[in-house]
């Protein structure tokens, strides 16, 4: 799902609070979450975020009394100790943002009333807009997953959408091919399940680690439900094994049949209201080093097996 983001004019301007070690830290963190963007261009070249600039942000003061083009390319001498932050802030405006002449209000109504294509702002420093919702609003790496998640949970498109949108927001979990289809199956279908599979899928991704206890798994998943509010549990009858072992490929491409016993209870859809319980389930394995990259391994996202 491509996106428009907009490097936004009003979070470069120097604030009181901010101190040049400060400014160095936000710099870079802008840089890293841009160079993500790329990689994930690079992966799926054809739903290419869009990072756009307008030259006003040239104007900017950056420091005080120092605006973005003195600092860039002035002879201030006390600003020859950012050599590399000059470098880093050039190759943001120059080298990965298209120059467009809509002015700063013009880019706040496109975001406050985007359609298709969803739309946000790139910022330097932290800075709340009146009518942004702060979802749209991009600092870190962080932010555009929860950014994108956020849209894919509203518009899953369809099964084979969500598949491909879910291979890049969620970066440490490894999806088996199987997911695809096992989608096709949700008991009440994707597109009332797909903020609580986004949802569960952001925990999984962000959270489990920090719970995992590679020696008690059942130890593993009861923190895990209890910390972010997800329903976790293990295959109890060892009779099923078969049927929840799936074929992933290790580091020497071999193929290797895993057991992904874990399990993710969907019960409830996105729907207010709707009492029903739905038997879906998102079977997981919480990874091996040795088998693709060490991430978690989401083998089904669908009725229960």
Not at 30 to 50: M, Y
Not at 202 to 219: E, V
Not at 243 to 269: M, Q, R, V, W
């Amino acid at each position: 799902m491509k996106a428009d983001l907009y490097l936004f004019n009003s979070s470069f301007i120097d604030k009181d609070e901010i101190s040049p070690d400060i400014f160095c830290d936000n710099l870079r963190e802008l840089q890293k979450t841009i160079l993500h963007i790329n990689k994930i261009n690079n992966q799926f070249p054809s739903e290419k975020d869009q990072v756009f600039r307008n030259n006003d942000i040239f104007e900017i003061m950056i420091f005080e009394n120092i605006t973005i083009s003195e600092f860039l390319y002035g002879g201030n001498a006390n600003f020859s100790k950012f050599r590399d932050e000059k470098l880093v802030l050039s190759k943001i405006l120059i080298n990965h943002a298209k120059q467009i002449d809509l002015i700063e209000e013009e880019i706040l109504n496109i975001v406050r009333n985007y359609s298709d294509t969803p739309t946000g702002l790139l910022c330097l420093h932290s800075i709340s807009v009146d009518e942004i919702d702060n979802k749209l609003i991009i600092r870190t790496k962080e932010h555009w997953d929860n950014f994108h998640r956020y849209f894919l949970s509203k518009n899953p498109v369809d099964e084979s959408n969500f598949y491909c949108e879910s291979q890049k927001y969620f970066t440490n979990i490894h999806f088996h091919l199987n997911v695809e289809a096992s989608l096709k199956r949700l008991e009440g279908g994707l597109e009332k399940f797909a903020e609580t599979i986004v949802y569960n899928l952001t925990q999984l991704n962000d959270n489990f680690s920090k719970c995992n206890n590679p020696s008690d798994r059942i130890r593993t998943l009861r923190e895990f439900s209890s910390i972010c509010k997800v329903d976790a549990s293990a295959e109890g009858d060892t009779r099923r094994r078969s049927s929840l072992t799936f074929e992933f490929i290790d580091e020497n491409s071999n193929p290797i049949s895993i057991y992904c016993e874990a399990h993710l209870k969907l019960g409830k859809n996105d729907l207010p209201g709707d009492t029903h319980c739905y038997f879906n389930r998102i079977y997981f394995h919480e990874g091996k080093p040795d088998v693709e990259g060490g991430r978690i391994l989401v083998a089904h996202i669908g009725k229960h097996l």
